[in-house]
Structure formats: structure tokens, C-alpha cells
């Protein structure tokens, strides 16, 4: 069974924090994503990385930043933690569409991390 | 650019009603579409896929959603609700690139009530 896995399911920290976020995925994926999921606003990219030491920003990277020394891994991390950032942040993986040949490959989640900043 | 509308933030249905979810998407390539469902604290689970071999698309838990051309659509329909099916649905086209990350809508919550 593929698995995405998130090291916390919630998190509480405080303003300036630096805190960081950890996704593994046992599917030897390519392509690994951070998603922020805000109530009316859907799910918006920060970052993603489509091979190890690779990363492109997203729609809104301001903030954040992400590392990914292994392929199986995905870090964000946010510099200095602001209540702005309090968040459902999502973790996806999925192959690298050259690899495939199809469009339509998915994007695996994780189970999320709430953060709640303080 | 690639985008997906999602028709309704909030939709309520009763048990055993239709379901239908509305989606449409911009695209100036052929588009790779996806629904996924989110249960409450939950990550997003893939309900189904458009792959270009059939315009109507079968996926889990009784869903189906069809691809329309000419409408720019990818509707979610099930033709009986349960109440296990409330949850949040948001609807998916994949970016341009090969990198393959997907722009999501904002969302559709749908209640079933008894």
C-alpha cells in the first residue's frame, strides 16, 4: 500500500519559531509537493521538488522554505513561524510525468499537520 | 494557465439524492483531471481520474464524473447519497511542465442528511 507519510499530525508553536515540517514517501516518487490548505481557499503550492537538492517555488513561498537531501524525503521548513502561517499544511508524491508518459498520474497525500501558531 | 472553478462552496443533499458536483476547468492543452475527497482531518484521497479513454469515469465509493468538451466540465455525480459521503470534494487539473503538480479548486463541502 503507497504511503506519504507527515511526522505530526498536530503541532503548536510559538511566533518566531523556527519549525520544521517532515514528509517521508516509501513509493520512490520523483515528485513531492507542500500544499497549504486554508477554509475557502482550497489547497495553494508552496513548493515543490521533482528530484533530491531540486525545489520550485509555488504560489506562495514567502516564508517558507523546503530541503529534500533524499529522495524519499520532503522538509518545510518555516524560518521564523508567524500566526499567518497557522494552517492545514499537506504533503503529496507522485512520479515524474516523463517517467510515466501519462498526464494522468496522481498526487498521493499525507494525513496533513495542523499547525496552529501562537 | 490551467485552472479549475468549482461551482459552490457548500452543497446539501439528502440520503439517498442525487450527488452533483460541479467542476469546470481552463485549459489550452488537453487537460488531466482529477476529483479527490477529503474526510474531516483527513489528507485528500483520489476518487477518480480522466484519461482520455472514456469521456464518463467510474471511481470509488459509487462515483462517477463524465468530461465534456464542449462544456469545459468534469461534473461529480452519484446517484444515491449515504451519509459516509460528507466530505469535502475538490476537483484537480494538472499543471503545464513535467513537473506534474496539480492546481486544485477551492473546494465543495457536501452534507447529507437523513
Known amino acids: 500500500d503507497v504511503k506519504v507519510t507527515q511526522s505530526s499530525r498536530y503541532l503548536v508553536k510559538r511566533t518566531g519559531e523556527k519549525v520544521f515540517l517532515e514528509c517521508v514517501q516509501d513509493?520512490?516518487?520523483?515528485?513531492m509537493f507542500w500544499y497549504r490548505q486554508d477554509p475557502g481557499l482550497g489547497l495553494r503550492l508552496i513548493y515543490f521538488?521533482?528530484?533530491?537538492?531540486?525545489?520550485e517555488k509555488g504560489d506562495i513561498p514567502e516564508g517558507y522554505s523546503v530541503s529534500r537531501e533524499k529522495k524519499e524525503r520532503f522538509s518545510l521548513i518555516l524560518e521564523s513561524a508567524s500566526t499567518n502561517q497557522t494552517s492545514m499544511y499537506l504533503c503529496?508524491?507522485?512520479?515524474?510525468?516523463?517517467?510515466?508518459?501519462?498526464?494522468?498520474?496522481?498526487?498521493?497525500f499525507g494525513q496533513g499537520t495542523r499547525l496552529t501558531v501562537v | 494557465a490551467q485552472s479549475v472553478t468549482q461551482l459552490g462552496s457548500h452543497v446539501s443533499v439528502s440520503e439517498g439524492a442525487l450527488v452533483l458536483l460541479r467542476c469546470n476547468y481552463s485549459?489550452?492543452?488537453?487537460?488531466?483531471l482529477f476529483w479527490y475527497v477529503q474526510y474531516p482531518n483527513q489528507g485528500l484521497q483520489l476518487l477518480l481520474k480522466?484519461?482520455?479513454?472514456?469521456?464518463l469515469v467510474k471511481g470509488i465509493n459509487g462515483f462517477e464524473a463524465e468530461f465534456k468538451k464542449s462544456e469545459t466540465s468534469f461534473h461529480l455525480t452519484k446517484p444515491s447519497a449515504h451519509m459516509r459521503d460528507a466530505a469535502e470534494y475538490f476537483c484537480?487539473?494538472?499543471?503545464?511542465?513535467?513537473?506534474?503538480?496539480?492546481?486544485f479548486g477551492k473546494g465543495t463541502k457536501l452534507s447529507v442528511k437523513p
Open positions: 503529496a508524491s507522485s512520479l515524474f510525468f516523463s517517467r510515466t508518459g501519462l498526464g494522468n498520474t496522481e498526487a498521493f
Open positions: 513509493m520512490d516518487h520523483e515528485n
Open positions: 521538488s521533482y528530484d533530491v537538492k531540486m525545489k
Open positions: 485549459s489550452s492543452v488537453p487537460p488531466y
Open positions: 480522466y484519461t482520455s479513454a472514456a469521456t
Open positions: 484537480a487539473v494538472r499543471g503545464r511542465g513535467s513537473q506534474g503538480n496539480l492546481i
